[in-house]
């Protein structure tokens, strides 16, 4: 049968594919709209398989708090390429998981896949439909959700690339936003230095004994034990929330900080996009190119 200009174009809506992929479809199922969409979702399906182990060190970072300011979320969705992440289509994918993760429950990230958005696709079956469109792999790496009974949550995105969550003990959203921005400038390893591991602890030792091996030499144990003591102590001050020095007033620590706010942070997660990816090197015509080729 003759393939009509308005059937490309409801199959283009209903799918988001390109129109000569579309008019293909239509072609090979002599005009069986339905099944033409079967068929592009499961070749969809198979192009997301391929596509599956490519490197996706680009992406955005989404956060989000209640309307009762009790639970806070914040996702990670990466993708191939920065052209891609600034597109409509995956930021808006991005704002989806968000959403969806923030409603649903989730510990884990099969159950995090499984969530379903707002057109009744879960997250992956989307994702998956959104590598066949775009062309890119596209993952949902991490989600994190705090969720509180007397306590308040914040959040602070930078740009899209840094994202922070912080829960603290109790509602203060001021308090919360300047220890959110702190974090994602500061990058403390966690809150305290009684959550940091002796193991760590003996390391740093290790490294300031070996690097002041001959400063050392023919000192008493006391006056050596004080020097590591104080090294110790700075390295924990920079790597911890609570000894860092406040970006906003560094004539105070965030812990002096917390004193006089009559509060305290509970737990708080810092995500940046592309971290612990090892990351391939494109120049942006590679990626216009990357684009072209699919």
């Known amino acids: 049968m003759s393939i009509s200009a308005a059937m490309v174009k409801e199959l283009r809506e209903r799918t988001g594919s390109g129109m000569m992929e579309c008019k293909k479809a239509l072609v090979e199922t002599n005009g069986d709209m339905e099944l033409a969409i079967e068929n592009m979702r499961k070749s969809g399906l198979a192009k997301a398989d391929k596509k599956s182990g490519r490197i996706a060190a680009e992406g955005v970072i989404g956060v989000k708090v209640s309307d009762d300011n009790k639970t806070v979320v914040m996702v990670d969705v990466n993708c191939e390429t920065d052209f891609v992440a600034k597109g409509d289509d995956f930021t808006g994918f991005a704002s989806e998981v968000v959403d969806a993760v923030l409603a649903g429950n989730a510990d884990s990230e099969e159950q995090v896949q499984a969530l379903a958005l707002s057109s009744g696709q879960t997250i992956d079956e989307t994702r998956r439909a959104l590598i066949a469109k775009i062309g890119e792999n596209i993952t949902v790496r991490r989600a994190q959700k705090f969720t509180t009974v007397d306590g308040g949550q914040a959040c602070y995105l930078h740009g899209s690339k840094i994202g922070v969550i912080v829960e603290l003990a109790k509602a203060d959203a001021e308090l919360g936003k300047d220890i959110a921005m702190h974090i994602a400038a500061s990058k403390p390893v966690c809150v305290s230095a009684d959550q940091v591991s002796p193991e760590i602890i003996e390391k740093e030792k290790e490294i300031f004994l070996a690097q002041q091996e001959e400063k050392i030499k023919g000192k008493p144990a006391d006056i050596v034990e004080k020097m590591v003591s104080g090294r110790v102590n700075k390295f924990l001050a920079e790597i911890t929330l609570q000894g860092q020095a406040f970006i906003k007033d560094d004539s105070k620590t965030i812990a002096q900080l917390l004193k006089e706010k009559g509060n305290e ?28 080729r699919g």
């Open 265 to 292: 942070v509970v737990r708080f997660a810092r995500f940046e996009v592309g971290e612990g990816i090892e990351k391939k090197e494109e120049d942006f015509a590679a990626e216009v190119m990357a684009q072209v």
